[in-house]
């Protein structure tokens, strides 16, 4: 009975709290072995912060980029140019002196400006000249020839889908393997792109070009070595390493874990489990581009190519090749590749020990006990006060590793771990705050936003005016001639206000719906905003989505109104709705009196929300939407470019965009279709050809979506006039003031 007594003095001494915090502190040491998403997450954003503050630097500059950039396209042509121009491109850069060459392109089917295929295309030609156009050699065979007299490594593409057609019978490099099979580690695509066999059987070697995001779309590794349709590949870049070194033969080493490393002669790279590089990136380096009509006419710096790692690649925008690093918004793709190929063989790689999870655990047990321990014992400042010295610690010696040793330790899982358990230790603290949120909440909810109630009662302060500066989207949507719809209801008032609550609640809804804020409405018109008050990481996406769900239930309520219209024997005029995008820095918060405030944004990313807005009208496309915002949803929506203009009160042209439709419209031939003539028209006009411009319209204008097209195409075409009557200055790049807004 004693024994019992003194257990349980014991028991309450040490306390409930306690008790539950280590069998807490237990489940998250389980947590981090399971390793969810959010917290990989978190450790990649910290991973990115080294980055950030400590960018490598360059020590060598091993590698050349030859860029298919603007300049190339305007001056030889759109993509795809004839392979017999890029074997040009590929003999050139031999006689210039290049180590290895290789594409970061892929030529799936042969040349459809090759001579026999235009024997039988072209109409009018005699059967002789048919017949010397067929005895020709291909141009696939002109570019065969040139790889041929090179090393030139060809890139192929990881498809999510197999392909059915897949030539097994061309060449694989050599898998050498210490330790265990690294197959079931890597990195698996279901389907494979190669190139025709022609160029394939030519080529000195053939990687993957596929450059897998992370979660939140970020390149932080690339696959070294991986499966695709059932084959071993390595990645483009390593494939480089291995045809400059000469090496026959890839060696990969392999543990219980997954993969350690792979290597070729001379050089030896480690990976993670998967098999991917952790790439040590450097800022963007213009000085490694040169574009390659500077190739093809020899204009460029004498030396710039001999001795050097040489891969072909595009930066323009129009060529869609672009991705996001910790470092950069916006880097080409090819860059990714060329920073790779820098880090290894400069020496300067990262590296996630198979260690460093044995680390992360221990030192969060440790912290765990001593504030289980300690924390009853002392007042919040005191251990406030321990806890910075424990952060500052943890944080130090991560960062230690990282810019001593290129080692990647993470801190935040044993902070967020040991702050976890101490908020839980003083839980009780937290039941004074809820009744001081209670109190909130009834004091405000009739006339305040749910969302905005709930953000006021965690934190009370920010019921004060003022604001702060946040990455925002901002929509403004209005009717397209309201005026018109209005004058058919001027003796039913009533009629009117009715007609406004039925097209008003479906927008609304669709915004509300996808995250979005309702700022304010303007008569017909609706402002709304993402990522504010709530943090919204896909508040760009959200925006596109609500943006397109408001045009699909306007579209339902006009069917619904020609119905009745029909039906009750009046007028139908259907609504259409005009929505600009933009994102950008904007302020927000309570802005108004003491007396009376509202939650607003404000800012130049707000303006040319609204310009844009009031330009989809003028440009025949119901959404319209600033550069940041289409470079951040460009994977998921149908995006078209049109135009490159300057806003009056802004120093900067801004190139806008349309949202044709979401991901699958994407890839259907109407949009391809459309999409083309855009750039090739517009392709022309920047270049001042205005002929081949024009040219370009009344190609539209005859193809099957010229309906969609016709606004744009009016709008330059009486630009164009404008022009050939009156030129631009020397200077202009490609930009049109607005004249309205």
């Not at 003999?91 to 002196?97: D, I, Q």
């Not at 910790?326 to 400069?346: K, N, R």
């Not at 004058?487 to 206000?497: A, F, I, M, Q, V």
């Not at 969609?708 to 709008?715: F, H, T």
């Amino acid at each position: 009975m004693k024994r019992m007594r003194r257990v349980r003095r014991l028991a309450q001494k040490f306390g409930r709290a306690r008790a539950f915090c280590v069998v807490l502190l237990l489940g998250l040491a389980l947590l981090r072995i399971a390793d969810p998403s959010a917290i990989e997450e978190l450790r990649m954003r910290t991973f990115d912060t080294y980055q950030v503050i400590e960018p490598r630097v360059k020590t060598a500059r091993p590698v050349v980029i030859v860029d298919i950039d603007e300049k190339s396209l305007a001056k030889d042509g759109q993509w795809p140019w004839p392979r017999t121009r890029v074997a040009e491109l590929v003999t050139k850069l031999t006689r210039a002196g290049a180590v290895v060459i290789a594409f970061d392109i892929v030529f799936p089917e042969p040349d459809r400006m090759t001579p026999a295929i235009a024997a039988d295309f072209f109409q009018g030609l005699d059967e002789e000249t048919r017949a010397k156009l067929r005895a020709l050699p291909s141009n696939d065979a002109i570019l065969a020839q040139a790889i041929k007299q090179s090393r030139v490594v060809l890139g192929e593409s990881g498809l999510p889908n197999p392909v059915k057609t897949l030539d097994n019978s061309l060449p694989l490099t050599g898998l050498a393997m210490l330790g265990g099979d690294p197959a079931p580690y890597m990195i698996n695509f279901p389907g494979l792109l190669r190139n025709v066999s022609t160029l394939e059987s030519a080529a000195a070697g053939r990687g993957l070009l596929t450059i897998r995001t992370e979660r939140d779309a970020i390149v932080r590794r690339v696959p070294m070595l991986m499966q695709a349709q059932g084959m071993t590949l390595p990645s483009l870049s390593f494939e480089m390493l291995r045809v400059a070194t000469g090496t026959d033969t890839i060696l990969t080493r392999s543990d219980e874990a997954g993969i350690r490393s792979i290597a070729v002669k001379g050089l030896q790279i480690p990976t993670d489990r998967n098999g991917q590089f952790w790439v040590h990136f450097a800022k963007h380096d213009p000085s490694i581009y040169i574009p390659a009509s500077d190739v093809l006419d020899g204009s460029f710096p004498p030396g710039a190519i001999a001795g050097k790692l040489v891969l072909i690649g595009t930066s323009s925008v129009g060529l869609l090749d672009v991705k996001t690093t910790p470092i950069d918004p916006v880097l080409p793709g090819v860059e990714v590749h060329a920073q790779v190929l820098e880090s290894a063989l400069t020496r300067q790689v990262l590296s996630q020990p198979n260690y460093a999870i044995a680390v992360e655990l221990g030192v969060a047990l440790l912290l765990g006990v001593v504030v289980i321990s300690l924390a009853p014992m002392f007042g919040p400042v005191t251990l406030v006060l321990m806890g910075s010295v424990f952060a500052a610690l943890l944080a130090g010696t991560s960062w230690y590793f990282y810019t001593k040793h290129r080692l990647l330790i993470d801190f935040t899982y044993p902070l967020f771990s040991t702050t976890l358990i101490y908020l839980t230790l003083i839980f009780s603290n937290f039941v004074r705050e809820q009744a001081q949120r209670r109190r909130i909440r009834s004091a405000f909810s009739q006339y305040l936003s749910p969302a905005l109630v709930a953000q006021l009662a965690q934190s009370p302060e920010k019921l004060v005016l003022g604001g702060e500066e946040r990455e925002m989207t901002i929509m403004f949507s209005d009717v397209r001639g309201f005026t018109t719809i209005s004058e058919s209801y001027k003796h039913d008032p009533h009629g009117l206000t009715t007609l406004m609550n039925r097209f008003l609640t479906p927008l609304t809804n669709a915004i509300l719906d996808r995250k979005g804020t309702i700022d304010k409405y303007m008569g017909d018109a609706i402002m709304a905003f993402w990522n504010a008050p709530l943090d919204d990481g896909q508040h760009q996406i959200n925006a596109c989505h609500a943006a397109l769900d408001m045009l699909e239930r306007i579209d339902a309520l006009n069917k619904l109104r020609q119905t009745e219209a029909e039906n009750g024997g009046h007028v139908y005029i259907p609504i259409n709705v005009g929505i600009g995008l933009n994102t950008g820095i904007c302020v927000v918060g309570n802005m108004g009196s003491d007396l009376r405030f509202d939650y607003s944004v404000l800012g130049d990313s707000v303006n040319l929300a609204s310009r844009l807005e009031g330009q989809s009208k003028e440009y025949g496309f119901p959404i319209i939407v600033g550069s940041k915002t289409a470079l951040a949803v460009r994977d998921r929506f149908a995006i078209l470019e049109l135009d490159f203009i300057m806003v009056k009160g802004k120093k900067e042209p801004e190139v806008i965009y349309a949202i044709a439709g979401r991901e699958d419209v994407t890839h259907s031939e109407r949009f391809q279709t459309l999409r083309n003539l855009t750039i090739e028209m517009l392709a022309c006009y920047r270049s001042r050809d205005w002929d081949d411009a024009l040219y370009a319209i009344e190609r539209g204008r005859n193809s099957d979506v010229a309906n969609a097209l016709e606004k744009l195409y009016e709008l330059y075409e009486k630009r164009i006039r404008a022009y050939q009557e009156t030129p631009p200055p020397a200077d202009w790049n490609g930009s049109f003031a607005l004249l309205t807004k």
